[in-house]
Structures are given as structure tokens and as C-alpha cells.
């Protein structure tokens, strides 16, 4: 799986978000660049005959509704990395 984060993480925090993403995923390619978008992760899934094809309206989503669909798992991995970044009290 390849993982774009956001570079706009602060560096002494990309180790820790790259250990969160190594836990979800089995050796995980893992980029940092800046995104235009206001995410932290965005997930590239690997290409092959089978699974679905995207939705025409949207290249997050697949065409079937999956707990380990792209968009799933790109929302719990935003989830964990916005709870890890939140300061703590």
C-alpha cells in the first residue's frame, strides 16, 4: 500500500504517524509531500485484477462499501493522526 502524508506535519512527529500507518499496513510505502487537499493521508490502492473499480464521482471510494475500503481506512488513519497530534492536558 502506498501512503502520501502530508507534509505538514511537524517533523518531530512523522516517525510516531509512520509507526501508526506501519500498524494498519504491512510495509507500507510511505511519502511525505505537500497536499492541496486538507487531509493527512491519502492512500493509493495496489492495482491487479481483482476488487472493484473506483467511483466515477470520486477517487477515495470504491464501488463496494468495505471496513479495508481506501476511504475507510484513509478516515480512521486521519482519525488516529488528528488524536496523536491533539495536545493532551
Not at 1 to 16: F, G, Q, W, Y
Not at 25 to 35: E, G
Not at 52 to 62: G, K, N, R, T
Amino acid at each position: 500500500m502506498k501512503v502520501t502524508l502530508n507534509n505538514s506535519i511537524p517533523e518531530e512527529h512523522r516517525s510516531a504517524i509512520e509507526a501508526l500507518v506501519g500498524k494498519r499496513f504491512y510495509k507500507p510505502v510511505v511519502q511525505w509531500l505537500p497536499s492541496r487537499f486538507p487531509r493527512f493521508v491519502m492512500l493509493v490502492e495496489p492495482g491487479g485484477e481483482e476488487g472493484s473499480e473506483p467511483l466515477p464521482d470520486s477517487i477515495f471510494d470504491s464501488a463496494e462499501e468495505s471496513s479495508e475500503s481506501p476511504a475507510a481506512l484513509a478516515e480512521i488513519l486521519e482519525d488516529q493522526i488528528k488524536a496523536y497530534l491533539t495536545p493532551r492536558k
